[in-house]
């Protein structure tokens, strides 16, 4: 089994920025990519961004695109997100997730393994 867990949430003011961590421990395996996805109250769980196995390739939603990075650390089985220019339309619930294989996926059913969750609030 695998185990994820996310860090660097919080509130934070229009304009701010957040990093969140994720680390995996367990069976964390070899060969792997990462993915963070979100949900808002009300809202169905959305892809964020995602990143294949060596961090060469990465995938962003839209409404991300420009302004969160995703990248991994493959050393400390850990994978990062940094959010600048935070708006209150991304407050929501952060979810990374793990599946194995080399390239990025964008759907939720591709994932194996879940965190927890990790709440992110942007005040206007």
């Known amino acids: 089994q695998v185990q994820l867990v996310e860090s660097g949430g919080g509130l934070v003011q229009a304009g701010g920025s957040l990093r969140l961590s994720c680390a995996a421990s367990?069976?964390?395996?070899?060969?792997?990519?990462w993915g963070w996805f979100r949900q808002a109250p009300g809202k169905e769980r959305e892809f964020v961004a995602a990143?294949?196995?060596?961090?060469?390739?990465?995938y962003y939603a839209d409404s991300v695109k420009g302004r969160f990075t995703i990248s991994r650390e493959n050393a400390k089985n850990a994978v990062y997100l940094q959010m600048n220019s935070l708006q209150p339309e991304d407050t929501a619930v952060y979810y990374c997730a793990r599946s194995s294989g080399a390239r990025p996926k964008v759907t939720r059913d591709e994932y194996d393994y879940w965190g927890q969750g990790i709440q992110v609030t942007v005040s206007s």
């Open positions: 990143i294949d196995w060596s961090g060469s390739s990465t």
């Open positions: 367990g069976r964390t395996g070899s060969f792997y990519v």
